[in-house]
Structure formats: structure tokens, C-alpha cells
């Protein structure tokens, strides 16, 4: 809705497809596509100049939309969190950089904004302080997922499984002690008081391992001792598929706030000889989960389509795009503003 330029729709079923296409007039039209099928794969991205993978679950359809969008020469962007699908670009990186294409893998909310704001506010920090001691994130999502999300995310728990919490020292993981493992967080109005628990992404990961100036810390947040188990038992048990799915579906429900997802940046440094922080917020009302990723995805498909701010190459969002150009943009296509940043005295 928030594009010019000619969109073309694909999926399974032509009268729904034939149905969301006619809310936009001549602008949108459909045709059928089978993501699992080849020739149907690479008849569709013949005809377009960006492919925008909304298909899941990932965990079903790999890196089938992506590799069809590289032998299309198309742009590619994709807001599922499964890193291995960069992965499998990787050894293509370099041609597809040559052609000038960007594929943007997680561009979406979380992963995608979750990574971006600690690049944001990593660099707002660098401006003002002479050295940064920690930057830790905080997040949440209390969302209500599809059930496709959720296969993902089972997956996702079940490939990384149990490991020993830790963060990123200057660049190098490290294990975390029992008192930095877990902690209660008050971060004001209005996610209030609560407890997180170290939690990484491989999208987070790369994010520290590249900030070599500090310490890098993320926690997720945890309702209660049920959540913990729960998680345990999806990330170490053979479960069936089914099961882990009704698990994690009620982990997001117990998690369930009078927000509908958050990210806050604590960073901690020194500024002319004296103690200081910095807060960068981004907080969201109940039911824009999913408005969120959308947002995210179109506003970087127009950067994407006017060549401007979006690395050629496979990347991850927070290294495809420039934080600040992103995030002005965000404002722009309508994100309100929930996001903050102070520098003061600590």
C-alpha cells in the first residue's frame, strides 16, 4: 500500500489471491505460484525485479525462494530469522554483489529491528562518550504468532538446543556467571519491572562480534519458572512437532504484556571523566507484531528500489543498511514515536 511501483502477488489459492489483489486496484495483480515447485519458482521471478518472501514455514521451504531470486538476478528480501538461508547464499555472495542485488535475510522485527537498534544505538554512543564500557538489549515479543512462525520457532529452539549462557566481551564469547545469566530489570513505563534471561540469535551474534569496544549482552524476557521449562523441554526433548508448537504458543501467551513487543538498549560508558548512559527504546501496542515486520520489509524494499542505503551482497538487516537512514524512513512510513534516546548522568 505504501509502494508506487506494480506489485505481483503469488500463492496457492487464485480466488484469495484474486480477492487481496482486487483491494488495490490495477496495481496488484496474482498469479499462482507453487513455492515448492521449480519451474513455478523461477516462471515467477522471471517477472519481477524484487522477490519479498513472505512463504513459510522456512523450515519447509529452505533456501528454494531465495536460490530462485538469485538465478532471476532479483533483489531478495526475506523477514524470517533462519539464519541458514544465508548461509546458503554466502558462497553466491560475491555474484550477487557484482550484479548489484541485495538479499536482506531477516528484515523484519525479530529478529531485524531487535539487532538494528543496539547498531543504533552503538553509534549515538560513540558520539558522545569517550569509551563504552556495556551495551545490554532487552526484548520482547507478546504477540499472538501463525502457527508456521511457531513450527519455526520450535525449530530454531530445537537446532540451537541448551547452550551455556553467554555474551560477547569485546568482540569474544564468553560464558556468563549464574548473576549475569538471569536478572529483574525495571525499565519504566511501560514494560515496568521484569525478569530476562540471556538469550541470543545468530543475527545478535554477528552484532557482537562486531562491536569489539565493549561488552554486548541480550536477554530476553522470562514470565515465570513454566516458561523456563518449557523452553528446556522444546530445546533438549524429542517432542512431537505438534507439541513443541502448543509449548511455545503458550510461552508467548504467559509472556503476554500490555505491550505487543519491545526492544530497550541500556549502554553504560564514560563521557569527560564521569559515569554515563545512554536508552534507546522501541516499544509497540498489542497486535502490531506483525505490522511491524511488514513495515520493516516494505520500508526497506523502497530503499531497495531506489538504490539508496541497502548494501549489494547477502547480509542481515543490521549490516545491510545504514541505522540511521533505516530508522528515519521507519518514521516515516508511519512508525510511531515510541523510540527514545537520553544521555545522562549516571
Request: aromatic share 8%.
Amino acid at each position: 500500500k505504501s509502494c508506487d511501483g506494480e506489485l505481483l502477488i503469488g500463492g496457492r489459492d487464485p480466488a484469495k489471491l484474486q480477492s487481496l489483489a482486487a483491494e488495490f486496484g490495477g496495481r496488484v495483480s496474482a498469479a499462482r505460484l507453487d513455492v515448492l515447485d521449480v519451474r513455478s519458482l523461477d516462471e515467477f521471478c522471471g517477472r519481477c525485479s524484487m522477490i519479498v518472501n513472505c512463504g513459510g514455514p522456512v523450515l519447509l521451504l529452505q533456501d528454494r525462494v531465495a536460490q530462485a531470486a538469485f538465478r532471476g538476478h532479483c533483489h531478495y528480501l526475506d523477514p524470517a530469522g533462519m539464519s541458514f538461508v544465508k548461509e546458503r547464499l554466502l558462497p553466491h555472495g560475491r555474484q550477487i554483489a557484482d550484479l548489484g542485488l541485495s538479499f536482506v535475510v531477516s528484515a523484519g522485527w525479530t529478529p531485524g529491528i531487535t539487532e538494528l537498534l543496539p547498531v543504533l544505538a552503538h553509534a549515538q554512543a560513540r558520539s558522545k562518550m569517550d569509551s563504552i564500557e556495556s551495551l545490554s538489549v532487552y526484548f520482547s515479543d507478546s504477540g499472538e504468532w501463525s502457527s508456521n512462525a511457531l513450527r519455526d520457532g520450535v525449530w530454531h529452539l530445537r537446532h540451537a538446543g541448551l547452550p551455556r549462557p553467554g555474551y560477547f566481551r569485546k568482540g569474544e564469547w564468553v560464558g556468563a556467571k549464574m548473576s549475569e545469566a538471569s536478572r529483574k530489570v525495571d525499565l519504566g513505563n511501560p514494560v515496568g519491572l521484569r525478569r530476562f534471561s540471556l538469550f541470543s540469535m545468530p543475527e545478535l551474534n554477528e552484532v557482537g562480534r562486531r562491536l569489539t569496544d565493549c561488552d554486548f549482552l541480550t536477554y530476553s524476557y522470562l514470565s515465570g519458572f513454566r516458561t523456563a521449562v518449557a523452553a528446556t523441554m522444546i530445546a533438549v526433548l524429542p517432542l512431537p512437532e505438534g507439541l513443541g508448537v502448543r509449548l511455545l504458543r503458550n510461552i508467548f501467551r504467559r509472556n503476554r504484556m500490555i505491550v505487543g513487543g519491545f526492544v530497550v538498549v541500556h549502554v553504560l560508558g564514560r563521557s569527560e571523566g564521569r559515569s554515563a548512559a545512554l536508552r534507546g527504546q522501541i516499544v509497540f501496542e498489542p497486535g502490531r507484531d506483525y505490522w511491524m515486520n511488514g513495515v520493516v520489509l516494505a520500508t526497506v524494499a523502497r530503499m531497495v528500489s531506489a538504490g539508496k542505503g541497502v548494501q549489494a551482497g547477502v547480509h542481515f538487516l543490521s549490516d545491510a543498511v545504514d541505522s540511521m537512514a533505516l530508522m528515519a524512513e521507519l518514521r516515516k512510513a508511519g512508525v510511531q514515536q515510541t523510540e527514545t534516546f537520553e544521555f545522562c548522568e549516571s
